[in-house]
């Protein structure tokens, strides 16, 4: 894979100038600027019909990839830019290593969504919250999801078993959206479940836990979603 690339090394970077001060997260918990946290990950098992589609989508994956690999040229055979000449490649249709670029992206695509939507995530988040409104009724949630589709059904899961949540998402009208943000401020509704837009959009209030569902690589948006929870209250 290649290196990250560097503040001073990005658009923004260049644009804006060097950094002028840097202050790290432990220096920020050290200061009381951010309150103490503790960040838990959890594995979960896919019921068997997910197991095998995964298996399935992944043999696909691995062939295709090797096809690829053999037939890129020899200055992209491997990280982002391997990725990007497959992109660049399932675009041109009309031959067989455009099917097979295709292929790939379908099935990786594929694959994502059917870990985005595994049945165990639903049962695990609402386990999760049950429990911490055991220990603290007052508690406020923020809930991230990637998909708008799977947020919307998780929505619907945790509305069946009695939490008290409301939807936020890009796709939601601005007044349903605002409604819903209203509500979790009040404190009306103790959990906010949303596709990624709350990461960078309104303003909400401090949380005591943030539930991070289905997430990208992306370690920008990850701490996007941290920050969101780290609000000193």
């Not at 946290?37 to 997910?50: A, F, N, R």
């Not at 096809?67 to 000449?85: C, I, M, Q, Y």
């Not at 406020?140 to 009695?162: D, K, P, T």
Request: proline share 4%.
């Amino acid at each position: 894979e290649s290196a990250p690339v560097s503040f001073e090394e990005s658009l923004l970077g260049k644009e804006l100038g060097g950094l002028i001060y840097e202050l790290s997260l432990a220096q920020a918990l050290e200061m009381g600027i951010i309150p103490p946290y503790t960040i838990k990950h959890y594995g979960l098992d896919l019921i068997p019909s997910e197991r095998a589609e995964y298996e399935r989508l992944s043999r696909v994956i691995s062939e295709a990839r090797q096809d690829l690999e053999n037939r890129a040229p020899a200055k992209v055979t491997r990280g982002s830019g391997f990725f990007a000449w497959i992109q660049r490649t399932s675009q041109k249709p009309g031959s067989e290593l455009s099917a097979l670029a295709a292929r790939f992206l379908s099935a990786t695509a594929e694959r994502k969504e059917l870990l985005y939507k595994a049945e165990a995530r639903f049962k695990a988040v609402a386990r999760l919250l049950r429990d911490e409104f055991a220990a603290n009724p007052e508690a406020m949630a923020i809930l991230f999801h990637e998909s708008i589709e799977a947020v919307n059904a998780l929505l619907v899961h945790l509305l069946a078993q009695r939490l008290p949540v409301v939807l936020e998402h890009s796709k939601l009208p601005r007044e349903l959206r605002e409604t819903s943000l209203d509500l979790f401020r009040r404190g009306i509704a103790r959990v906010i479940v949303s596709a990624r837009s709350l990461i960078e959009g309104f303003d909400v209030p401090a949380v005591d836990v943030g539930i991070i569902v289905a997430s990208s690589t992306s370690v920008r948006q990850r701490i996007q979603s941290m920050g969101r929870a780290l609000r000193k209250h």
